[in-house]
């Protein structure tokens, strides 16, 4: 009888131990595959390019007629030219365009942080006009240049100083002061 005790105990021990042995690789894995996934300082692989540019913008153009595309050189165009450098941008309007980089699902606490490490600003009311105006034409340059096009649904800005979450089908917005959980895409301008 104790000897039928003694081989359960081990053969408990040898399942423990091996399915410890399975999450500490499991863990391994995951580790790898975000450190794969995580952006390295420099490099970025898709279309638009990399999320940092430290150029200048003109505050303002006198040549605007409809959405066209913001190289990294400055040239704008309504034609997807490669041989211009990485897409930064897209102008919507004479004095506004609008970053490369669009994230989706983002949590409220985590905006300050993909501002900074995207260098952007977000979307205030005076700009939503010219936004929802040229959504369209705007998703439409995203997949020219092979990027994905903008959902139609909410993304963080700013009224009147307060983080808010605005409407992509109309000028509505929702004041999240003091919501923390709150989720949506985020489309800042340059």
């Known amino acids: 009888m104790d000897w039928r005790i003694v081989l359960i105990i081990a053969a408990a021990s040898v399942f423990v131990l091996l399915f410890l042995f399975m999450l500490f690789n499991i863990a391994q894995l995951r580790r790898k595959a975000r450190k794969e996934l995580s952006y390295e300082a420099g490099v970025y692989t898709g279309p638009a390019g990399e999320p940092q540019w430290d150029g200048k913008l003109p505050e303002k153009v006198?040549?605007?007629?409809e959405p066209r595309y913001v190289y990294e050189n400055l040239t704008e165009s309504t034609?997807?030219?490669?041989?211009?450098g990485r897409v930064i941008g897209y102008r919507i309007s004479p004095g506004l365009v609008i970053h490369?980089?669009?994230?989706?699902?983002?949590?409220?606490?985590?905006?300050?942080?993909?501002?900074?490490?995207?260098?952007g600003k977000l979307i205030e009311a005076e700009?939503?006009?010219?936004?929802?105006?040229?959504?369209?034409?705007i998703s439409k340059l995203r997949k020219q240049a092979g990027d994905s096009s903008l959902n139609k649904t909410e993304f963080f800005g700013t009224h009147q100083g307060?983080?808010?979450v605005y409407s992509a089908q109309n000028l509505a917005y929702k004041d999240i002061s003091g919501f923390r959980n709150v989720?949506?895409?985020?489309?800042?301008?340059?």
Do not use: C, F
Request: hydrophobic share 40%; aromatic share 10%; glycine share 4%.
């Open 183 to 190: 989720w949506a895409q985020l489309v800042l301008k340059r």
């Open 100 to 119: 490369s980089r669009v994230m989706t699902n983002i949590h409220a606490p985590s905006v300050g942080s993909y501002m900074e490490r995207l260098g």
């Open 79 to 84: 034609n997807y030219l490669p041989e211009n």
């Open 162 to 164: 307060l983080l808010v």
């Open 127 to 137: 700009d939503m006009p010219a936004l929802l105006k040229n959504w369209d034409k």
């Open 62 to 65: 006198d040549d605007y007629t």
